[in-house]
T-cell receptor, first 115, second 113 residues
Framework: KQEVTQIPAALSVPEGENLVLNCSFTDSAIYNLQWFRQDPGKGLTSLLLIQSSQREQTSGRLNASLDKSSGRSTLYIAASQPGDSATYLCAVSVYSGGGADGLTFGKGTHLIIQP | DARVTQTPRHKVTEMGQEVTMRCQPILGHNTVFWYRQTMMQGLELLAYFRNRAPLDDSGMPKDRFSAEMPDATLATLKIQPSEPRDSAVYFC???????????FGQGTRLTVV
């Protein structure tokens, strides 16, 4: 059974710092990996999707990398801002029944950016 | 602005009552997922559909939960009878078979008293 672990569980840093969030998964036979952001009381917003054949994806100040063989992904946030404060979730899917299976989620990293 | 729409946003009900949650996936998406989020367990997959056919509902308590997709624009998750341990936020998500991004609704916050 796939398990996804995110480290750290919580992180508080001053504004402007660059930071790295870590995600690991136990079964390397993934189809894709997705990073989400969740604000309190809200739904999930997709940040980046990395297909299993890709090594990284970038969007603005965000960069996500994938090392499938070692079962790891990192989300790099450059020049952090208070508006980046949220919970960041990592999730993986496997190939099943002719397409992507449902996502298995980590417990998330609760990020606070201090002004 | 395409989005997944869930109703109701909040539901408070008494133990033993039936609860129905609805989801309108993004038009054209052929895969619909139901997830449950709790503080203890995080996000868990309950069931999902591809082209309206149920593919996996192994995450659901079968005796009380049921998921259906009566047409391409509506997915439902029903709990009968509801119990306090069902209190959680239930999310619907939609996407394409080919494993592109999954888009989530705002969730239904269910409280069973």
């Amino acid at each position: 059974k796939q398990e996804v672990t995110q480290i750290p569980a919580a992180l508080s840093v001053p504004e402007g710092e660059n930071l790295v969030l870590n995600c690991s998964f136990t079964d390397s036979a993934i189809y894709n990996l997705q990073w989400f952001r969740q604000d309190p009381g809200k739904g999930l917003t997709s940040l980046l999707l990395i297909q299993s054949s890709q090594r990284e994806q970038t969007s603005g100040r965000l960069n996500a990398s994938l090392d499938k063989s070692s079962g790891r992904s990192t989300l790099y946030i450059a020049a952090s801002q208070p508006g980046d404060s949220a919970t960041y979730l990592c999730a993986v899917s496997v190939y099943s029944g002719g397409g992507a299976d449902g996502l298995t989620f980590g417990k998330g990293t609760h990020l606070i950016i201090q002004p | 602005d395409a989005r997944v729409t869930q109703t109701p946003r909040h539901k408070v009900t008494e133990m033993g009552q039936e609860v129905t949650m609805r989801c309108q996936p993004i038009l054209g998406h052929n895969t619909v997922f139901w997830y449950r989020q709790t503080m203890m367990q995080g996000l868990e997959l309950l069931a999902y559909f591809r082209n309206r056919a149920p593919l996996d509902d192994s995450g659901m308590p079968k005796d009380r939960f049921s998921a259906e997709m009566p047409d391409a624009t509506l997915a439902t998750l029903k709990i009968q009878p509801s119990e306090p341990r069902d209190s959680a936020v239930y999310f619907c998500a939609s996407g394409f078979t080919e494993g592109t991004e999954a888009f989530f609704g705002q969730g239904t916050r269910l409280t069973v008293v």
